[in-house]
């Protein structure tokens, strides 16, 4: 039947993702099965915890905000206009809801049956590459955030279509089975001794029927069978078969279309050959949906460096991948930095196994740099320090000894697992930079009190740092003792001010680029020192005149600056926002060439990735302008 | 009423005899269990006795949801034509685009789908008048459903200090206005049933308020 209503709203949906990949009779398939839902302003769609409703959302008309409760406050995680999707991830992951949703004006919302549109979503790649996009990041629409600029989308690698479609789903190959005259008791026994939710009934090594836990809720809780009786009277048989080697879609497919969480794997895909192994639900989930989740988990039980290494390599993939579907970088930065963090902290932890003996004294582990920022996206140079407890001055070289031991340790891991030794022995392994609390304490108020040039350089690293591992405590001392100097000094921050205005504007006065004029990278742009390190100089100094502390990042110290200076709020939102678009751009180069990404050809730069390179500049202009006349500078 | 040809009262055919059936249990729903049928018609004109349905679209909506997956579009074959009306609806005499039904088919149709649900329309008096008058042609006795009527309902939700004309007829354009809904498909049966369906969403919202609204406080009938 003709239905004009759906038509409309196909012509709504087809005007943004994931829609916009569909054919016309598929969205029309998809449109014909909509709810449309009506909400007044604050009326509420779905709250945390509620068992998902069986339909995603769309915004038609007005506005949604999702909200997270915290203390019985909303803190709201985002708000989506007309064209954004929102409650999707419960239904795929099947969890209850995480946040809560309620109209932010009045609203027309369209419901979409996932039940419907998963089938049709996962023929279609950038369908699914749409879908894997959402699950790793927590924004409902991950298009729109950083997109709104439209900054770099030009910059298209071709997508990847290995993530999903050709994937190969994993599978255990390890199968608990047993023969169909074991009794439902001792099928029981075995499952609870491996731990595991299900046993196949084989018959010659063909798979006859499955037993999984439903089924003893279902059918032994229930009181219908005994625990005496044959499993064959209470497996679900026939099972599903499928051949090797199915691919994630294939096997989600299968599972969807037969209403079964357990797919068997055959000799030749029918149940009339020999078991090979089996998939679950489970199995799939993992392997399209949580990729983060498992290389934490990967780190944390990982047992040598070298498998650290390969969780490193893959972190690389999953960042190329991210780029690739152009998900907002600071979601980006969240991701890799707790994996990345997880990793120096498990190779601290090993290195600490190799010391014979226990540590002496307290002592804290810092990264210093852009890791002290968490900005590290490619691989860079490990820098790092180690700040030990006040010892007693007969103990002390002894006690230095050690950690300085510890750290080589630690450095090589951190070498073997991808970051090159600092070639300016910025590490923990030198002396200096391996001391106790009073002597860094120390080392800080000669900086501070006393600036010279080599101290704007090591500014640069010294006063982003973050703790890793260890002792909180001497850390947080560490930080209350340099902010106590900076406040007796105030001048040190023009110093800094200064040091963050010396590159100046990156454009000349013909506003053409300024490319380096020798050297190896002759008529290269150089982005990290031209426009990427005046914005960290410039949050830096600027947050630790406002004392903020734990944050590191230069985006989120932009951030937070633009709440506390209400007047320049716009000039610290642009910068943040130009920092996260430069350093992605940078990344990118990175991925693309090899490298650190640091000095750009501008010859393979297209015409619009200049002018918004250009664009970008215009916030290190206003900022830099900013400091001049904060510090006197001029 | 005297109509000669249906002066004796004639035993009601079969399909409305199972449709009249459906009423007899007692109704007891509120507002958020009841189904409501948003419904709309195109005709050759505006007299419901003389004029004849060439579209019904009807949508039904249950709580604060429109389910699309049960709506209901038909196009009737009629011998009646109206150029006037044909340059509001845009329903040619003959359109290959669609598919046309006779007006019997038509109705039953309507019937199966509406069962006992609550009718809402824009001015429903003459949509409801347009099927009685079909289905009286069929020899069938007139709707038994209970209906209300958005016009009627927005008119109490503007405060009597604002009516300047008591006697002002809102049409669906002036809800449209009023309530900011997007005129899209506006002279289309189903377009307008959708209007009015969000129409009816937007003023029952504004009706209850903070009180406690009844849903026979709403019905006409």
Known sequence: MKNTIAER?????????????????????????????????????????????????????????????????????????????????????????????????????????????????????????????????????????????????????????????????????????????????????????????????????????????????????????????????????????????????????????????????????????????????????????????????????????????????????????????????????????????????????????????????????????????????????????????????????????????????????????????????????????????????????????????????????????????????????????????????????????????????????????LVEESGDHKDFFDVKARALMPLIDAARVLSLNHKLRNINNTAGRFERLAELEANNKEIYENCSYAFKALLKFRTKQGILHDDSGRFIELATLSKAEKLKLKRCFKSIHDIQELLTLRYNLK | MYIPFFSKKQDPPEFYKAYAAQFSKTNTADFDTARFIIFDTETTGTNAREDRMLSIGALALTGNQINLASSFELYVKQDMFSEEAAAIHGILRENRKYKKVTEEEAVKAFLKFIGTDILVGHHVGFDVGIINYALKRLGAPKLKNKFTDTGVLYKRTVHLVNITNPDKVYTLDDLCEELNISRTDRHKAMGDAYITALAFLKILSRLKGNKKLKLKNILLN
């Open chain 1, 9 to 513: 709203v196909a012509d709504f949906l087809k005007r943004y993702p994931p829609f916009q990949f569909l054919e016309p009779d598929s969205l029309l398939q998809i449109a014909g099965q909509v709810q449309v839902l009506y909400f007044e302003k604050d009326k509420p769609i779905f709250k945390e915890k509620d068992t998902n409703h069986t339909m995603f959302y769309v915004v038609k008309d007005g506005a949604v905000r999702l909200f997270r409760t915290v203390d019985n406050e909303p803190k709201i995680a985002d708000i989506c206009d007309e064209g954004d999707l929102f409650g999707l991830r419960p239904l795929i992951t099947k969890e209850d809801y995480e946040l809560s949703a309620s109209a932010n004006e009045e609203s027309i919302l369209y419901g979409i049956p996932i039940d419907l549109f998963l089938p049709i979503a996962l023929e279609h790649k950038e369908v699914s590459n749409f879908l894997i996009a959402t699950f790793a990041s927590n924004v409902s629409d991950p298009y729109s955030l950083e997109e709104s600029g439209k900054l770099f989308t030009e910059y298209s690698v071709e997508r990847n279509s290995e993530i999903f479609d050709l994937q190969k789903a994993r599978y255990s190959k390890n199968i608990l089975t047993c023969s169909p005259d074991t009794t439902i008791q001792v099928a029981a026994k075995k499952m609870s001794h491996r731990n595991v939710g299900s046993i196949v009934v084989i018959d010659a090594e063909k798979p006859v029927g499955i037993i999984t836990n439903r089924d003893f809720r279902d059918r032994i809780a229930t009181g219908a069978h005994s625990i005496t009786d044959p499993v064959t009277k209470i497996m679900s048989t026939p099972v599903r078969c499928f051949q090797k080697d199915p691919t994630v879609a294939q096997a989600q497919l299968i599972m969807l279309k037969n209403e079964v969480n357990h797919l068997c794997i055959t000799e030749d895909g029918t149940p009339d050959s020999k078991l090979l192994g089996l998939i679950t639900e489970h199995d799939i989930m993992v392997s399209f949906a949580n990729n983060p989740v498992v290389l934490l988990k990967e780190v944390k039980l990982a047992k040598r460096t070298k498998r650290l290494r390969d969780v490193r390599l893959k972190v690389s993939r999953l960042l190329k991948k991210y780029l690739d579907q152009n998900l907002p970088l600071s979601q980006i930065l969240n991701i890799l930095n707790e994996i990345n963090y997880a990793i120096a902290v498990r190779a601290l932890e090993l290195s600490l196994k190799k010391m014979e003996t226990p540590p002496p004294c307290k002592f804290a582990w810092l990264a210093l740099g852009s890791q002290g920022r968490k900005e590290q996206l490619l691989f860079t140079d490990q820098d790092n320090a180690i700040v030990f407890d006040n010892v007693p001055e007969e103990e002390y070289e002894a006690t230095q000894a050690y950690f300085i031991k510890l750290a080589r340790i630690a450095t090589r891991a951190m070498h073997k697992v991808g970051y090159a030794y600092c070639p300016a022995d910025m590490m923990a392994s030198n002396p200096r930079w391996c001391q106790s609390l009073s002597e860094w304490k120390k080392q800080y108020d000669i900086w501070i009190t006393d600036p010279s040039p080599e101290t704007q350089l090591l500014s640069a690293i010294f006063f982003d740092y973050s703790y890793v591992f260890g002792d909180t405590q001497l850390v947080t001392n560490l930080s209350d003792n340099i902010l106590l100097t900076l406040d007796k000094n105030p001048m040190f921050y023009r110093v800094m001010a200064k040091d963050a205005i010396r590159s100046p504007s990156p454009l000349g006065f013909f506003r053409q680029f």
